[in-house]
């Protein structure tokens, strides 16, 4: 059995750009802009400020990888917040025209042009490549490169499947649309429970130092004079 060809560092990288979405670069010009970046950072380091020899290459190591963060990590973790959070209003629509006795594409034909939102635009560039040749199902499959979404590319994935396989996509639809639901409802109680935490480190952060100025401050004052 043959094995599987293992996917380079590049391809992984253009894997992670193309959930970005609107990426105007590739992964070879990230490296390459990253690295000379890196080099320019630490030669500014070195003589335009009195940082010590020793720690300006772990400065610089931490540039590399702090720029990946905010480049490709953080955008296409708050891209893929986005998404989930059109995805409920999207899915149901859909599922309203499927309803309807209408077909996959020409419900999401007029889903796309009744919702406006970042995941209707990434539907409307799949069914542009329908339009261009590709069958739904492939234009689908292709859609979920671009998707840094589990839960979304997991509907996707239902979708195609019912298409391929013939099992009532409806049924299905309205399991997705009950999960989102859920997920939804979740992620609001472990935003409401973070609040306490929250609250108390603004206590410790705030609170404690004024309130040992307080207490305090009065001693200070009599000691200064």
Known sequence: MARKKKMSSVEKLDKQIAYLG???FTAEKFLSVRLLTMVIFAFALYYFTDISYFVIPFLAIAYYYLLYYVVITAPI????MRLE?????????????????????????????NVSSELSDEFQKALTEV?????????????????????????LLS???????????????????????????????EKLNQIPN????????FMVPLMLLLILGPLL?????
């Open 22 to 24: 609107t990426a105007k």
């Open 85 to 113: 959070r059109d995805a409920l209003n999207f899915f149901e629509v859909l599922t309203l025209s499927l309803e309807s006795g209408r077909n996959l594409e020409k419900s999401l034909e007029i889903t796309v042009e």
């Open 77 to 80: 973790k708050k891209r893929s």
């Open 131 to 155: 339009r261009y040749g590709k069958s739904l199902v492939e234009a689908l499959k292709d859609m979920k490169t671009r998707i840094p979404s589990e839960t979304i590319n997991n509907i």
């Open 198 to 205: 929250k609250i108390s480190i603004i206590s410790v952060l």
């Open 159 to 189: 979708i195609t499947e019912a298409s391929i396989f013939g099992s009532s996509l409806l049924e299905n639809m309205y399991a997705q649309i009950e999960f989102l639901r859920e997920k939804q409802v979740l992620n609001v109680r």
């Open 221 to 225: 004052v009599q000691y200064i004079s």
